[in-house]
């Protein structure tokens, strides 16, 4: 047994509304700068839909992810290492710009400076990738509720052969929304890919990087991961994907999505694993044992003999306490309700989603019967095979067993806890009818409905002792780094070259307190410099404005 | 020998290896970042995916040829029992397909450089000047080893300037050897010299990046988080200890 330590993240899309807060304070934090305008490290699906970039995941044409050789050894989809050499000139599977979008921008000045005369003026898109006037026929999101569905959806990888059966008619179709972020893989095929071995898995917590002093600008991971969330910077010539927001993670906050989620569905936290099981997991023969297999690799935070073997591989105290207390183990393990996102790419991905059961409560609904009655959701979860058959296809590599029986959780805790806020006795046999107890379902209604931002995010800050170090020295320049201030600029060889800007630019722990203290006014603990990438707008913390002149 | 071939053939050479020398060591510590491909695949695909493979594979050919041609002496392979007839009808077949593939290869990918849109407005002055040496260089390498062969005696550079390079790395150039080469070599090593000393400051770069290592390194790298949070080094003293 080789304990390691995950950070991973369960979302709970019976809450996501699709708002995609989410993906725009994401790109304001990470790419919103040139050469990465069409990437969204977190993006949110309509689905039936096509995803971003279309038709990700249909394998067959990008063949992303790993397979399994006849004689059970897992290879790359896209074939293997010397294949990757021989294709390197010239990536047979790299998507085009345009199978994410032309990113574009307007002329603006148009509307200030037009002269006067009978029409307003009109501020015609321009495409950030041309520099010419564009006509705007896609984007990350064209496809958003549903729209254009007969003709777009239809496109969707994940329907192919019950096409006829998925009814895009008004009210008669069912949708919902996929948040999606990197997956920070047990297994990740993007890391596989990568000649230049510049993506790395941290041994502490898991979280994949791209080291962009060694990325070389090959390509391979952008076609090797099946997730399709390793994006190419246009300009700079090299890789970059999701951070898991590290340099938060590593002071004890959620990432960016996360915090600023409308609808409170993700949680974080950390999940302790067997390292030596992981390849035998994600080679299993049967694509329904994948996720039989992807949850035996995790271990029992609260077996003694587990919490041994962590301590003596190095995982700290306090990181053993907070992986007992994680949500994530909870629901993927103990209530079983967290299922993972296209288990069959085998590259074992670490975000999990608790399926959806407002597909069918709407058709209960809308048919006007009584949609938090036991009776009738396990009924419909019966019934309603295309609903669940997409949902399978989406997180069980197709097999509807698993699905159902989160389905029947999730209907179960709805009538229980129907009858507990009516002041009814609560039903034990609502309960059993999904093969929990009483106690159980209200625990993970708790869990699921309640929880606060503690009990959501549970993330033990990287090292306590250098944490608070950081805090200490926030004080000085945010440009004192090596080989900088590099911070806008671009070297003698465009774009590209020269010093990497800074992604931290100051300690976050502040701004929490900042957050969650109730006075508009600065703190006044230590004197600190003031940061306008992370003010928050309130009060006026001092040393924003020059000192007042003395009269 | 008079001053200009002293020049042409012995100080330049040298010049041009130490700002190769010099110029990639000092690249990869101030630029680490910039040192990358700069593929511009996303924006075009169907000419790069003939051009690129075209050129590349070309040019690998057209090094292993020079390794053959240049660095290998004469009475080598002659004690290996290839006669000099055997030796150059072998040189010039392979020479040719090779150079005229990267040639080819090198046409498609300027052509598109010019006509697609996006990829003209990604290149810089830097990507035009580096595409004139390489493309020139390639030219006159072609082209000197063509019409060479029309006429009837093709210079045996194996004489000439094969010896000559092999002695600037002895370090008892021989610049008559060179002075001797005709015109069209004479041109070639000089504009191979000027793409030597622009090569560290430009995307050439990535050929030192060819990753070899894929093909023997684990499939999944892990790494330990840097020794200090966030992206700042730790101020002095504050070090971790442990
Ligand atoms: S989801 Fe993330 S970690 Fe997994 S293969 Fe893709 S980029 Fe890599
Ligand atoms: S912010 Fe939350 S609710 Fe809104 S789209 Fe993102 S995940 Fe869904």
Not at chain 2, 125 to 134: E, G, I, P, Q
Request: hydrophobic share 40%; charged share 20%.
């Amino acid at each position: 047994m080789r304990v390691m330590a995950q950070m991973a993240m369960v979302m709970n899309l019976d809450k996501c509304i699709g708002c995609h807060t989410c993906s725009v304070t994401c790109k304001q934090t990470w790419t919103n700068r040139s050469g990465v305008e069409y990437v969204w490290f977190n993006n949110v699906e309509t689905r039936p839909g096509q995803g971003y970039p279309r038709t990700y995941e249909d394998q067959e044409r990008w063949l992303g992810g790993w397979t399994r050789t006849r004689r059970g050894r897992l290879t790359l989809r896209s074939g293997g290492r010397l294949r990757k050499l021989l294709t390197i000139f010239s990536n047979p599977k790299l998507p085009s710009i345009q199978d994410y979008y032309e990113p574009w921008t307007y002329d603006y000045d148009i509307l200030t400076t037009a002269p006067l005369q009978e029409h307003t003026p009109v501020a015609r898109p321009r495409s950030l990738i041309t520099g010419e006037h564009t006509k705007i026929e896609w984007s990350a999101n064209w496809d958003d509720n549903l729209a254009g569905a007969p003709e777009l959806a239809t496109r969707d990888p994940l329907i192919k052969g019950i096409e006829d059966k998925v009814r895009f008619e008004f009210e008669q179709t069912f949708m919902f929304y996929l948040p999606r972020i990197c997956e920070h893989c047990l297994n990740p095929s993007c890391a596989a890919s990568c000649p230049s071995g510049a993506i790395y898995k941290r041994t502490e917590d898991g979280i994949v990087l791209v080291d962009q002093d060694r990325c070389r600008g090959w390509r391979m991971c952008v076609s090797g991961c099946p997730y399709k969330k390793v994006y190419f910077n246009h300009r700079t010539g090299k890789a970059e994907k999701c951070t898991f927001c590290f340099p938060r993670v590593e002071v004890g906050l959620p990432t960016v999505c996360a915090e600023t989620c409308v609808g409170r569905l993700r949680y974080i936290g950390l999940v302790l694993y067997d390292a030596d099981k992981v390849l035998a997991a994600a080679s299993v023969a049967e694509e329904h044992d994948l996720l039989e297999a992807q949850r035996q690799v995790f271990l029992d935070p609260q077996d003694p003999d587990v919490v041994r073997a962590a301590e003596q591989t190095g995982i700290p105290r306090d990181w053993i306490e907070a992986a007992q207390r994680s949500p994530i183990h909870a629901l993927i393990n103990t209530y079983r309700v967290a299922l993972p996102l296209h288990p069959e790419y085998r590259t074992m991905p670490m975000v999990w989603y608790i399926p959806p059961l407002s597909p069918v409560v709407d058709v209960i609904r809308d048919t006007g019967h009584d949609a938090e009655d036991h009776g009738n959701l396990f009924a419909a979860i019966d019934a309603l095979r295309i609903p669940v058959e997409y949902l399978a296809r989406l997180f069980t590599a197709g097999d509807p067993e698993p699905v159902n029986s989160v389905l029947r959780k999730l209907a179960a805790m709805r009538s229980y806890m129907r009858d507990i806020n009516l002041g009814r006795e609560p039903r034990e046999e609502i309960a059993a009818g999904a093969g929990m107890t009483g106690e159980q379902v209200y625990d993970m209604y708790r869990l699921l409905a309640l929880a606060k931002y503690e009990d959501r995010y549970v993330i033990p800050p990287a090292h306590a002792e250098q944490a608070h170090g950081l805090e200490e020295l926030a004080t000085e320049c945010s440009l004192d780094y090596d080989g900088g201030p590099g911070m806008g600029g671009s070297g003698p060889f465009g774009e590209s070259s020269g010093g990497v800007s800074p992604i931290a630019v100051e300690n976050f722990r502040m701004l929490r307190d900042r957050q969650s203290s109730d006075t508009m006014a600065a703190p006044d603990e230590k004197a600190h410099r003031v940061n306008l990438l992370n003010w928050d707008g309130k009060g006026r913390p001092e040393g924003l404005f020059p000192p007042r002149r003395q009269p | 020998m008079t001053a200009l071939q002293i020049l042409l053939w012995v100080a330049l050479p040298y010049v041009a290896m130490a700002v190769f020398v010099v110029g990639h060591i000092w690249r990869y510590r101030y630029d680490k970042f910039g040192w990358t491909t700069r593929s511009s695949q996303l924006y075009e695909n169907r000419l790069l995916r003939l051009g690129s493979p075209l050129f590349h594979f070309g040019i690998l050919f057209v090094v292993l040829g020079h390794i053959g041609g240049v660095l290998i002496p004469k009475s080598w392979t002659e004690a290996a029992g290839i006669s000099e007839s055997v030796y150059h009808a072998l040189a010039v077949t392979l020479g040719v397909i090779a150079g005229a593939m990267t040639l080819a290869g090198a046409a498609i990918l300027v052509y598109r450089r010019r006509t697609v849109g996006p990829v003209f407005s990604a290149t810089t002055r830097n990507d035009k000047a580096m595409y004139v040496l390489l493309v020139g260089t390639i030219v006159l390498g072609l082209g000197t080893t063509v019409l060479g062969n029309l006429t009837d005696h093709p210079h045996d550079y194996r004489e000439t300037v094969s010896p000559w390079f092999r002695s600037i790395f002895y370090f008892q150039p021989k610049p008559e050897l060179m002075a001797q080469a005709p015109l069209g070599f004479q041109l070639h090593v000089l504009s191979a010299w000027a793409l030597a000393a622009f090569w560290p400051f430009s995307r050439l770069v990535h050929v030192f990046s060819a990753p070899v290592g894929y093909l023997t390194r684990p499939y999944i790298v892990y790494r330990s988080r840097d020794a200090h949070l966030g992206t700042r080094s730790p101020q002095r003293g504050w070090e971790r200890t442990t």
